[in-house]
């Protein structure tokens, strides 16, 4: 929690967010010690940062019950609970402690992406609020298309040769201002 309440922090990201994101990379993980059809979930504890990780079945019908990994047919499922519904779930616990270094590897690859993605949504939402104004920025990189410029956000924005004024030149390091298109 120490280490979620940090890169919450660090990234400016809600909490939950970092935590959705560690219980979907612990449960990827998980899943490779399974079939692709198996539903694996696991729930971290917001407050304490106990987790519980485990394997779903859904109750399905005898007759609509097809065989599949993530599917138990109903008569199945009452040998195991007698209070079991067709729609509802019958789960098992399943050891996350035993993660190989590959494991923890593959682990940290989908938190950092999870993150990443998290950081780029709440960019776009800031900046998506700010179509139409104008914005100062520097550039940073000149291609035969774009113009790379990093705005004073802490964002990176690309213009477009054709949206520029004709005969108009720029050198890296300059500074401009523009109108936020899109």
Known sequence: LQIVNLVANEKN?????????????LAAVVAKNFSEEADIRVVIDPITGL????????????????????????????????DALVGGFISEDTPVDSLSRIGASQAKQIIVRLVRDA???????????????LV???????????????????????????????????????????????
């Open 13 to 25: 990201i809600d909490r939950n967010i970092i935590i959705e994101a560690l219980e979907s990379a």
């Open 51 to 82: 987790y519980e990780a485990g394997r779903y079945w859904e109750i399905v019908s005898d007759e609509d019950f097809e065989g599949s990994e993530a599917q138990i047919s109903l008569a199945d499922a009452k040998e195991e609970s007698e």
């Open 119 to 133: 950081e780029r949504q709440k960019l776009l939402s800031q900046f998506e609020k700010r179509v139409g104004e």
């Open 136 to 182: 100062s920025a520097q550039v940073k990189k000149i291609t035969k298309d774009f113009i790379t410029l990093e705005l004073y956000d802490g964002a990176e924005a690309l213009m477009k040769k054709s949206d520029m004024v004709p005969k108009e030149i720029f050198h890296v390091g300059d500074r401009i201002r523009g109108y936020l298109k899109e």
